[in-house]
T-cell receptor, first 113, second 113 residues
Framework: SQTIHQWPATLVQPVGSPLSLECTVEGTSNPNLYWYRQAAGRGLQLLFYSVGIGQISSEVPQNLSASRPQDRQFILSSKKLLLSDSGFYLC????????????FGPGTRLLVL | AQKVTQAQTEISVVEKEDVTLDCVYETRDTTYYLFWYKQPPSGELVFLIRRNSFDEQNEISGRYSWNFQKSTSSFNFTITASQVVDSAVYFCASSYNFNKFYFGSGTKLNVKP
């Protein structure tokens, strides 16, 4: 069966510090991968998605970036965090195809102080 | 573009009551997919159901049932005989291609003992 991991689970970072969140998927090959952000008490905002190694599409211009160095690894990064980057970050995967179900990881809670 | 509206921000019921969560979608596409996810306090989104636009049959899974009506662009979710463990935020989402999900803002359900 497929599983998706995210770490760290919780992170507290000062403004201006760098960020690296990691997501890995097991039990499947060539998945579509997604990064979402959920601000406190709000819905989900798609940040990035990837259909293959090195292929990243950005949905929202901001100070975040994403990379996919391996087939089942998706990394969310920032060089300098802003207060507004605080939130709950969710990684998801899906089988390649039309509107396939997305399955979510446990998430990372980021607090920028 | 697609849009999903969940007008109910928060609902509180007493255990064993039935509750319906509303979802209204907007789309210009003839082929699209609709989803419901549950987000318990732990934060991880749990997939509940996926329906395509050509299948309007209602679906029942245990205490859960879904009513899909294209005439009113609605995909409502009913929990029968609610339980405390049903307390969560529920998200409705739509998709017409394999990359983008459009999530509603979520409905927080509180089931009191």
């Amino acid at each position: 069966s497929q599983t998706i991991h995210q770490w760290p689970a919780t992170l507290v970072q000062p403004v201006g510090s760098p960020l690296s969140l990691e997501c890995t998927v097991e039990g499947t090959s060539n998945p579509n991968l997604y990064w979402y952000r959920q601000a406190a008490g709000r819905g989900l905002q798609l940040l990035f998605y990837s259909v293959g190694i090195g292929q990243i599409s950005s949905e929202v211009p901001q100070n975040l970036s994403a990379s996919r160095p391996q087939d089942r690894q998706f990394i969310l990064s920032s060089k300098k965090l802003l207060l507004s980057d605080s939130g709950f970050y969710l990684c998801a995967w899906s089988v390649p195809g039309r509107a396939e179900t997305q399955y979510f990881g446990p998430g990372t809670r980021l607090l920028v102080l | 573009a697609q849009k999903v509206t969940q007008a109910q921000t928060e609902i509180s019921v007493v255990e064993k009551e039935d509750v319906t969560l509303d979802c209204v979608y907007e789309t210009r596409d003839t082929t699209y997919y609709l989803f419901w996810y549950k987000q318990p306090p732990s934060g991880e989104l749990v997939f509940l159901i996926r329906r395509n636009s050509f299948d309007e049959q209602n679906e029942i899974s245990g205490r859960y049932s879904w009513n899909f009506q294209k005439s009113t662009s609605s995909f409502n979710f009913t929990i029968t005989a609610s339980q405390v463990v049903d307390s969560a935020v529920y998200f409705c989402a739509s998709s017409y291609n394999f990359n983008k999900f459009y999530f509603g803002s979520g409905t927080k359900l509180n089931v009191k003992p």
